[in-house]
């Protein structure tokens, strides 16, 4: 059971909007710097959103993040086939001293 | 381009050893912190191990504490990590990933990843 909180699932159809959480304590999320990965099968994972809310050059504007006190959130926009995969939220953790990594949630598009 | 290369996967049985690689290239290695990730069949990403720049701050997950070793060599380009005593639930695939430029004493975000390279422990 991982120490960061996702939904396992969620779906929309195309073109409609996604939302996912991620949700820690004052020592990880609260406190620290929040990315979200994509990973689809059998491929490394990608950096999609770092410090929450900021975008790597090349991710497109679909994607977008925030942070609320203990919590992270991460939108996909404008849902394309193409987004079924699995999204991993992460975040250090200053108290355990150890980088956490939550369930993943898997996105399906309808 | 970023290019992240590992090797030295393999098959090991129970209690060995295994060091595997992460060749780096694209960017200037020495100035950038990396971790190694691992992720077991049909799970989720877990992280291994930290190293800064100059190895001045290291940081390993509870499970490979006192079995496993990550070092680096900069006039190589080269990620290193040492695995001993290895166990059954070892086994993955394990990825190297440069850290964000200014991640100090730990890791921040991970914009680059290897390929992975897979890790089995069996009798």
């Given amino acids: 059971q991982s120490v960061l909180t996702q939904p396992p699932s969620v779906s929309a159809a195309?073109?409609?909007?996604?939302?996912?959480?991620?949700?820690?304590?004052?020592?990880?999320?609260?406190?620290?710097f929040v990315s979200w990965y994509q990973q689809f099968p059998r491929t490394a994972p990608k950096l999609l959103i770092?410090?929450?809310?900021k975008r790597p050059s090349g991710i497109p504007d679909r994607f977008?993040?925030?942070?609320?006190?203990?919590?992270?959130?991460?939108?996909i926009t404008g849902l394309?086939?193409?987004?079924?995969?699995?999204?991993?939220?992460?975040?250090?953790?200053?108290?355990?001293?150890?980088?956490?990594?939550?369930?993943?949630t898997k996105v399906t598009v309808l | 381009e970023v290019q992240l290369v590992e090797s030295g996967g393999g098959l090991v049985k129970p209690g060995g050893s295994l060091r595997i690689s992460c060749a780096a290239s694209g960017f200037?290695?020495?100035?950038?912190?990396?971790?190694?990730?691992r992720?077991?069949?049909?799970k989720g990403l877990e992280w291994?191990?930290?190293?800064?720049?100059?190895?001045?701050?290291?940081?390993?997950?509870?499970?490979?504490?006192?079995?496993?070793?990550?070092?680096?060599?900069?006039?190589?380009?080269?990620?290193?990590?040492?695995m001993n005593s290895l166990r059954v639930e070892d086994t993955a695939v394990y990825y190297c990933a440069k850290d964000d430029p200014f991640s100090g004493p730990y890791p921040?975000?991970?914009?680059?990843?290897?390929?992975?390279?897979?890790?089995?422990?069996?009798?």
């Fill in chain 1, 14 to 32: 195309p073109g409609q909007k996604v939302t996912m959480s991620c949700s820690g304590s004052s020592s990880n999320i609260g406190s620290n």
């Fill in chain 1, 50 to 53: 770092y410090d929450a809310d």
């Fill in chain 1, 64 to 75: 977008s993040g925030s942070k609320s006190g203990t919590s992270a959130t991460l939108d």
């Fill in chain 1, 80 to 104: 394309q086939s193409g987004d079924e995969a699995v999204y991993f939220c992460a975040t250090w953790d200053s108290s355990l001293q150890v980088v956490l990594f939550g369930g993943g």
């Fill in chain 2, 28 to 37: 200037t290695f020495s100035a950038f912190s990396m971790n190694w990730f």
């Fill in chain 2, 39 to 42: 992720q077991a069949p049909g």
């Fill in chain 2, 48 to 82: 291994v191990a930290f190293i800064s720049s100059t190895s001045s701050f290291i940081h390993y997950t509870d499970s490979v504490k006192g079995r496993f070793t990550i070092s680096r060599d900069n006039a190589k380009n080269s990620l290193y990590l040492e």
């Fill in chain 2, 108 to 123: 921040k975000w991970f914009d680059s990843w290897g390929q992975g390279t897979q890790v089995t422990v069996s009798s």
